[in-house]
């Protein structure tokens, strides 16, 4: 079965300090792998995919297949990075996505 | 890039009634569209798969007489929410993707609201 686990509902950091959230998945194929966010009122928008492997907003994730973690870390948190985050996965094919239950990242000044 | 409109954003409607919410996609076409549902501090789940030109998909739990699917078109995909109920009031979430293309773009959410 496919499943999402992002275990952290909320996480508060500093501005300037180091985040990390974390995203644990279950799949027997090869996955690909995705964090979305949503900012206050806005839709999800694709933050960045494991395929890609960019950075985006200064955000990098790393497929770690041994460890079934895509963990997303930002070296220096900021105030605009406050939104909710969304870790997804997606088997072979056109298939849907299925989301984990989302950590809320809240930036403090 | 890719757009997904997503309309109404937001509708109130009296038990018994029926409410439509539309999905377009408008610089692309779609050839699969997802429903999901999101209740409140949850994540999204998905309801139904839909393809043009062909039934939809349905996940296990989902009334497909209740939440009606209709994908008549590659820019235009529909759900009805038949005989509303208060437990159906929820958001609602389209999203699309195209032939090959990687990743999903999501409409803007429908907040519905069931008194």
């Known amino acids: 079965a496919q499943r999402v686990t992002q275990p952290e509902k909320l996480l508060s950091v500093f501005k300037g300090a180091p985040v990390e959230l974390k995203c644990n998945y279950s799949y027997s194929g090869s996955p690909e792998l995705f964090w979305y966010v949503q900012y206050s009122r806005q839709r999800l928008q694709l933050l960045l995919r494991h395929i890609s492997r960019e950075s985006i907003k200064g955000f990098t994730a790393d497929l770690n297949k041994g460890e079934t973690s895509f963990h997303l870390k930002k070296p220096f948190a900021q105030e605009e990075d406050s939104a909710m985050y969304y870790c997804a996965l997606r088997g072979s094919g056109n298939t849907p996505l299925v989301f984990g239950k989302g950590t809320r990242l809240s930036v403090i000044a | 890039g890719a757009v997904v409109s997503q309309h109404p954003s937001r509708v109130i409607c009296k038990s018994g009634t029926s409410v439509k919410i539309e999905c377009r996609s408008l610089d692309f076409q779609a050839t699969t569209m997802f429903w999901y549902r999101q209740f409140p501090k949850q994540s999204l789940m998905l309801m139904a798969t839909?393809?043009?030109?062909?039934?939809?998909?349905?996940e296990q739990g989902v009334e497909k007489d209740k939440f009606l699917i209709n994908h008549a078109s590659l820019t235009l995909s529909t759900l009805t929410v038949t005989s509303a109920h208060p437990e159906d009031s929820s958001f609602y979430i389209c999203?699309?993707?195209?032939?090959?293309?990687?990743?999903?773009?999501f409409g803007s959410g429908t907040r519905l609201t069931v008194v």
């Open positions: 839909s393809n043009e030109g062909s039934k939809a998909t349905y």
């Open positions: 999203s699309a993707s195209r032939e090959g293309a990687q990743g999903y773009t």
